[in-house]
C-alpha cells in the first residue's frame, strides 16, 4: 500500500514530468505567434506580448493539470506559511521563465524580419527585466 509521502511524491515527480514535456511545445507555440504577428506586421512590442501570452497559458493549464494529481495536503508540514507540497510543485518552475526567456531573446537576435525592430530585435536588458517582472506577476 503506497503512503500518503509516496502518493504526493509521485504526483510531484508527474508535474515535473509534465513541465518538462511542455517546454519544447511552449517554444514552438512562441514561434508560431512570433510568425503571426509578423505576417500582421505586428512586430511593436511582440516579444512582451507573446511572452505573456505563452506563459500565461502555460500557467494556467499547468495548474489545471496540477488539480488531477492525488495530493494529500494533510500529510504535508507547513512552512512559513505554505505547504511543503506547494514549494515542491513551485521549484518544478526553477529556471523555467530563465530558459524560455533565453530561447526567446535568441529567437528574436536571429530573426531578419525583425532586424529594422531594435527593441525587438535585440532586447536590452531593461525591456528583458520588465517583462521579467510582468511575469513574476503571473
Not at 502518493?7 to 508560431?32: G, H, M
Not at 504535508?76 to 521563465?97: E, H, I, M, R, Y
Not at 530558459?99 to 527593441?119: E, M, W
Request: glycine share 2%.
Amino acid at each position: 500500500m503506497m503512503t500518503n509521502e509516496q502518493s504526493n511524491a509521485d504526483s510531484i515527480a508527474q508535474f515535473c514530468r509534465y513541465i518538462a514535456e511542455r517546454k519544447p511545445v511552449l517554444k514552438k507555440q512562441y514561434e508560431q505567434f512570433l510568425a503571426q504577428d509578423l505576417s500582421r506586421q505586428q512586430w511593436d512590442g511582440c516579444f512582451q506580448r507573446d511572452v505573456m501570452i505563452i506563459l500565461e497559458l502555460a500557467y494556467d493549464e499547468a495548474l489545471a493539470f496540477l488539480k488531477t494529481l492525488p495530493f494529500d495536503s494533510a500529510a504535508s508540514p507547513v512552512n512559513q506559511g505554505l505547504l511543503d507540497l506547494t514549494k515542491q510543485a513551485l521549484n518544478t518552475f526553477d529556471g523555467f521563465v530563465d530558459d524560455f526567456l533565453l530561447f526567446v531573446v535568441d529567437k528574436h537576435r536571429t530573426s531578419c524580419a525583425l532586424s529594422n525592430f531594435h527593441d525587438e530585435h535585440k532586447p536590452d536588458k531593461t525591456y528583458v527585466n520588465k517583462v521579467m517582472r510582468e511575469i513574476a506577476g503571473l
